[in-house]
């Protein structure tokens, strides 16, 4: 059905903002490093300025620079040798450009999984980060270390605009440089590929006579599109949550299975291989708060693609007696790459938290999209409808999210969406009473107007005044004007 409304009066949502230049001085670029390593806040952008100044500064002068580092930094590594495997994040290429990582624990096929989480989709972006921090430092122990990074981003999601990485790959082959595979397989991850200047970027990258100029070319064309995903209701597996004490969990639930990308084992390296095999998610592991932009930053520009993989995890808040992974959806509503019906679901879900703190990020990731622009409101609701049949949505608990989104100014958006739940709900689910208040406020407020929806006019008619009859008849009025 179609209805008409009043748009929304949104509070703003922070834009993404462009990284800093990598510190130009010696001095700045060791207290950043420091300062990231202590904070517990890792963000992209202090990670990947780090990153970026401690490769340039060992290129002119790597010395100096390990002289600084072993000053600020040495009581970190208690050890005269650290096998890379035990070092994370920045610490990788710190501890190198001190001399103290053996080459041979930075080979490639010594990037693995830990055991237990071979499918756990965040453990399978923490690879991908590790081959190329180890890809990194590796070339600091060379002779001949990188001038720069390709990957480094252009903003604070982990973006990159293709226009400068043909700008490094220019420089790059200015100056006889091979790009690390990793490094470059990083890079075209995080293209801006939507952006309307992508395809002059194709075309100048095409022109560069290059390997890797003809591979961005061909990431911003069809190379780049990661396929649709398959939405299915699965049942999980029981023995698995029984193992992990979660129960509850193993209800029938929506799931999204990632396509087949074969691009991934044909071009990038083995890191970055199960980013093409298809994929559902995972449950069975704990990942936390701490890095997980970082992790994110990996694919900045496929939001959909992550959310397929979190929303086992953000289901079990409202499956099971567990917070779930929902605290990460604001960050994935800004993103880039198409909202697309994984994200909704991962929304959806997470709005049917069983605790309060569950279902706030989901709120805040609601209100983002409908900022941006990028919320599909029926389709959100129509995700709803299906929770709620399934079980993982209750009606009190969306009508909680509801109003929370709906205090923010969300009105009209909300309304379109419930105007979906409603049918599923209607005449008889217990709460339905609760969210049928919130769809006539939410009509009221945004001077929605239309057809009534055949179960909202069903129990309209009734006789008598319980809660239910009374806020149906109160939303019939609100679209018919009575």
């Not at 009606?395 to 049918?423: I, K, S």
Request: some cysteine; hydrophobic content about 45%; glycine content about 8%.
């Amino acid at each position: 059905m179609t209805w008409t409304a009043t748009e929304d009066i949104l509070p703003p949502v922070p834009p993404a903002r462009r990284l800093a230049a990598a510190p130009g001085g010696l001095a700045e670029a060791v207290e950043l490093t420091a300062a990231h390593l202590d904070s517990r806040a890792h963000t992209v952008a202090d990670f990947e300025r780090s990153l970026d100044g401690l490769v340039r500064h060992a290129h002119r002068d790597r010395h100096p620079l390990a002289r600084a580092l072993s000053r600020a930094l040495g009581h970190r590594y208690k050890e005269q040798e650290i096998e890379a495997h035990r070092l994370g994040g920045v610490d990788a290429v710190v501890a190198s450009l001190l001399w103290l990582v053996p080459g041979y624990s930075l080979r490639p096929e010594y990037v693995r999984r830990h055991r237990g989480h071979e499918e756990c989709a965040q453990e399978g972006l923490e690879v991908v980060i590790a081959a190329r921090l180890r890809e990194i430092a590796y070339t600091l122990l060379s002779k001949d270390p990188l001038p720069f990074l390709l990957s480094t981003p252009t903003w604070d999601t982990g973006a990159l605009e293709a226009a400068e990485l043909v700008e490094r790959l220019t420089a790059y082959r200015r100056l006889g440089v091979r790009p690390g595979p990793a490094d470059f397989g990083q890079a075209l991850l995080r293209v801006r590929r939507d952006d309307p200047a992508a395809g002059a970027a194709a075309e100048a990258a095409a022109r560069l006579g290059t390997a890797e100029g003809a591979r961005l070319a061909a990431w911003i064309g069809t190379d780049g599109a990661p396929p649709p995903a398959l939405r299915r209701v699965v049942e999980p597996d029981p023995h698995v949550h029984r193992a992990w004490q979660r129960t509850g969990a193993t209800a029938p639930q929506v799931a999204f299975l990632t396509g087949e990308r074969p691009v991934f084992a044909r071009e990038f390296p083995n890191s970055f291989h199960w980013l093409g095999r298809p994929h559902e998610g995972f449950t069975q592991c704990y990942h936390w708060h701490q890095g997980h932009p970082v992790r994110a930053s990996v694919l900045p520009e496929d939001r959909d693609t992550q959310a397929a993989w979190l929303l086992p995890h953000i289901t079990l808040a409202a499956t099971a007696d567990d917070h779930g992974g929902a605290w990460m959806l604001p960050h994935l509503a800004r993103l880039g790459g198409p909202a697309g019906p994984a994200l909704h679901a991962a929304v959806a879900a997470g709005l049917g938290g069983r605790y309060a703190d569950s279902r706030r990020p989901a709120v805040e990731a609601l209100l983002v999209l409908a900022v941006r622009g990028e919320l599909d409101a029926p389709l959100l609701g129509r995700e709803l409808a299906a929770m709620a049949a399934l079980g993982t949505v209750k009606p009190n608990r969306l009508a909680d999210a509801a109003r929370c989104a709906a205090a923010a100014g969300a009105h009209a958006t909300l309304w379109t969406a419930l105007a979906e739940v409603l049918p599923a709900l209607l005449p008889s689910v217990r709460g339905a009473g609760e969210v049928l208040a919130v769809a006539a406020s939410c009509a009221e407020r945004s001077g929605a107007a239309g057809p009534v929806p055949e179960a909202v006019a069903a129990a309209a008619a009734r006789r008598g005044t319980s809660a239910l009859v009374t806020e149906a008849r109160r939303l019939r009025a609100a679209l018919t004007g009575g």
